[in-house]
């Protein structure tokens, strides 16, 4: 069986085998246009993310994901559900207990939240283009009213809060967010579009916080025409941190 795809609460999830496991896991935490269903997958439908499934399964790791609710945000309940997957596959699964955590986008909020509440089962963490604070990107967004409705809405639902309210919770929180400094992070940002630009604006301010903290926190600039050899690059990376069990 190469895959399998299944139900928790309302939301689909998938597991991908590898031929030769070696007893390592990878959950994949997706961006705005990730989703699971019955049969397939936001990666599995995308032939980038496709090819990089297919290169951690060639190196023998076991990866899963959820559908989270769709765009969440980082709510609690996303988080919750990625905690009760995690449970889940090491109830199912011969894997070791400490999982490799690979984030993109808005997903980057889910695995802030799972590095803290989830430290001494997290091995390591690679976040692609991570959208880091909530706050800073809602107010990005208001420079394009189509897109800051959009993401209004977005909130309101995952949140369950009318926007006015959301909009209050969110300008609350804190400004930088917070990483857990002992785990080892590797944060991978893709050049590529506006929002990117000026996402590695926050990227360059956190790197001199995180640099002057020494924390375990490695940042990689990368052009868009380099993107086919992000696979390789992670895989570099899980494998730093599978010396110990």
């Known amino acids: 069986m190469e895959n399998r795809n299944f139900k928790l609460d309302t939301e689909w999830n998938m597991i991908h085998y590898p031929e030769k496991p070696k007893g390592f896991g990878i959950l994949i935490i997706g961006d705005e246009r990730h989703f699971v269903d019955e049969k397939s ?4 439908q995308n032939e980038g993310k496709l090819a990089v499934i297919e290169k951690f399964k060639n190196e023998g790791y076991t990866v899963f994901y959820s559908n989270l609710y769709g765009k969440n945000w980082g709510s609690e309940k996303a988080v919750q559900l990625a905690k009760r997957l995690y449970q889940y596959i090491m109830r199912t699964e011969i894997i070791n207990d400490k999982i ?11 695995a802030l939240k799972l590095l803290q509440e989830m430290e001494g089962n997290i091995r390591s963490a690679i976040l692609v283009n991570p959208v880091l604070s909530l706050k800073n990107h809602l107010e990005q967004e208001k420079e394009h009213k189509f897109f800051y409705k959009k993401l209004l809405k977005e909130l309101s639902s995952s949140y369950e809060r009318e926007g006015k309210h959301v909009v209050e919770m969110i300008s609350n929180k804190q400004d930088s967010p917070e990483l857990v400094s002992n785990v080892p992070i590797k944060i991978i940002h893709v050049l590529a579009g506006n929002r990117a630009y ?34 390789s690059q ?12």
């Not at 490799?100 to 889910?110: N, Q, R, S």
């Not at 996402?199 to 956190?206: G, P």
């Open 41 to 44: 997958s936001f990666w599995t």
């Open 100 to 110: 490799h955590v690979i984030a993109e986008g808005m997903g980057a909020l889910v």
């Open 198 to 231: 000026k996402q590695s604006n926050l990227l360059k301010e956190l790197s001199v916080k995180w640099q002057d903290e020494k924390a375990p926190i490695t940042v990689c600039y990368m052009l868009p025409e380099k993107k086919l050899g992000i696979g």
């Open 234 to 245: 992670m895989i570099k990376f899980l494998r730093k941190h599978e010396k110990v069990l």
